[in-house]
């Protein structure tokens, strides 16, 4: 259909156009998609056996929807890009308010100008980019914001008596019809506020200071809500929760694979940053871990959720924190190491809420706790475990490196030692090489000395090496000659 040569009533209708509600537009065009085989929401991992085939469901079914998750699980995403699954354009009357439909009108503006013009009506198209509203809900929202009000100045330039119905102002939800319309953390919506989404939910009907408007308005509404607002904030009143057809619960990603995919895909970055830094695999899988330990840990608050942002954000972080040490010393290439994992920690902290315990250690030590957390917890798939108890006398695959540091007192770390200084200072740690050329032979050249780095943070997580911070780096040492220097 060339909608550029239909611009009246009559050409629409010689187009042989029918009307059809939003919900069955969404389904009609979900239905061909599924057809085909065509991935219907782009861009989203993770939910390709869980909750998406339960989001097609629902938009089968025609239903309004609930997605019901912790924060950074994607719900508001999920919610927009069914925006895709709309017609390209809509008609509507034009100069409508309410994107009245040409052959259903239901606004008093829509069915006079229809009167008076007939098939000269004019039209107009709408883009389904055009067709997304969206909602907080904050405390602060009032039934006039969403709904509609009178609106005494309209009254007074028209000289209209407050009881013609030219006199309303409509709110948000009715200049949505035809449209998808969100409402993002529905339980901090007042009671009284989601008490006026009865009607429109089931019968379509709105009232405005007591107009009893007949208006069947045509929405696809989607929620979202967090399960912990449901107690700490609010709740959804239960007969608005009874006229929601399907509650669709979301969840984080499963697996260090389907993390790591998101996080590259939503990460900020330039390709100035992402020529100059590379990034070893293990350093990705490391920085997705420390979400899955933040998730498990005591000091966090589980409930609340630890959103796949810190991930995303922590990422940037990383490659800025190796950036800005390439930088410094002059050169244009650099490898993240694993010491610029510290760098990470800000964008840790402003992403957990903690529990007691977490407050007494503070956040920046929890975070710490967390990379340690990670490494402690990957080591294993890599290298020999180490066990907690073992014989005196008992030599063990990392027997040689504890001796080197026993003997050579150690050796000091720096954040900003150029790439040279860094290789020069691992490579002096001869039983490192050794243990990757056993354990590792088919490591990337250039992934080398991030594990030879990883190596020696496991040894302090497993308490068989000291690690302590000093003013420009860390300091590693043999775990027993260091707490004889502190006597």
């Known amino acids: 259909m060339k909608i550029d040569t239909i611009n009246t009533l009559g050409e629409l209708k010689a187009t042989g156009y ?13 239905r061909e998609k599924i057809k085909s085989g065509k991935p219907v929401f782009e861009g989203v991992h993770g939910f390709e056996n ?10 089968l079914s025609r239903h309004n929807i609930n997605l ?36 259903k009108p239901i606004s008093r503006f829509a069915k006079d100008l229809i009167a008076i013009e007939g098939d000269k009506t004019p ?19 009032t039934v006039a914001d969403l709904i509609g009000d009178v609106d005494p100045i309209k009254a007074a330039n028209l000289k209209l008596s ?12 009715p200049r949505a019809n035809r449209c998808i319309f969100v409402i993002n953390e529905l339980p901090d919506l007042q009671a009284r506020i989601q008490v006026a989404l009865f009607n429109i939910l089931q019968e379509g009907d709105i009232q405005i200071r007591g107009f009893k408007l007949r208006m069947p308005l045509d929405m696809q509404f989607v929620f979202t809500a967090n399960p912990e607002d449901f107690t700490n904030r609010g709740s959804i009143v239960t007969p608005l929760k009874d006229r929601i057809g399907s509650q669709i619960l979301t969840h984080y990603p499963e697996t260090i694979k389907i993390a790591r995919t998101i996080t590259e895909q939503e990460a900020k970055l330039d390709l100035l940053q992402s020529n100059a830094v590379y990034v070893p695999s293990l350093a990705k899988d490391l920085l997705e871990q420390i979400s899955f330990e933040a998730r498990e840990s005591e000091y966090i608050d589980n409930k609340s959720g630890v959103s796949a942002r810190m991930s995303i954000t922590a990422y940037e972080n990383l490659l800025s924190t190796a950036e800005r ?8 290439k650099t490898t993240v190491r694993l010491s610029d994992f510290m760098g990470i920690i800000p964008a840790i902290t402003g992403k957990v809420e903690l529990v007691y315990e977490g407050e007494q250690e503070g956040a920046a030590v929890v975070a710490q706790h967390l990379i340690g957390d990670a490494i402690h917890t990957f080591f294993p798939a890599y290298f020999p475990k180490i066990e907690k108890l073992e014989k005196h006398d008992e030599k063990t695959a990392y027997s040689d490196l504890i001796e080197w540091f026993f003997s050579e007192s150690g050796f ?5 030692s150029t ?14 090489s050794i243990l990757i050329k056993k354990y590792q032979p088919q490591l990337a050249k250039e992934d080398v000395y991030f594990m030879k780095e990883f190596i020696l943070w496991a040894l302090v997580e497993y308490d068989k090496l000291s690690k302590d911070r000093i003013s420009q780096g860390y300091q590693f040492s043999d775990i027993y000659g260091n707490y004889i220097n502190k006597l």
Request: no cysteine; glycine share 4%.
């Open 419 to 432: 790439d040279e200084e860094y290789k020069s200072i691992l490579d002096s740690i001869a039983p490192l």
């Open 162 to 173: 407050y009881a013609d119905d030219r006199v309303i102002h409509f709110g948000m939800i």
């Open 50 to 59: 869980t909750v998406i085939p339960e989001l097609e469901r629902a938009i």
């Open 325 to 332: 040490r390439a930088l410094k010393s002059g050169v244009d």
């Open 68 to 103: 019901l998750g912790l924060r950074g699980q994607a719900k508001t995403r999920l919610a927009r890009l069914m925006i895709e699954l709309l017609d390209e354009f809509m008609p509507i009357v034009a100069g409508s308010e309410i994107n009245d439909d040409p052959l």
């Open 18 to 30: 029918q009307s059809k509600s939003i919900k069955d537009e969404l389904r009609n065009n979900l």
């Open 123 to 141: 039209i107009q198209w709408v883009h389904r980019s055009e067709r997304f509203f969206e909602k907080l809900a904050t405390p602060d929202v």
């Open 412 to 416: 000091e770390l720096l954040d900003d």
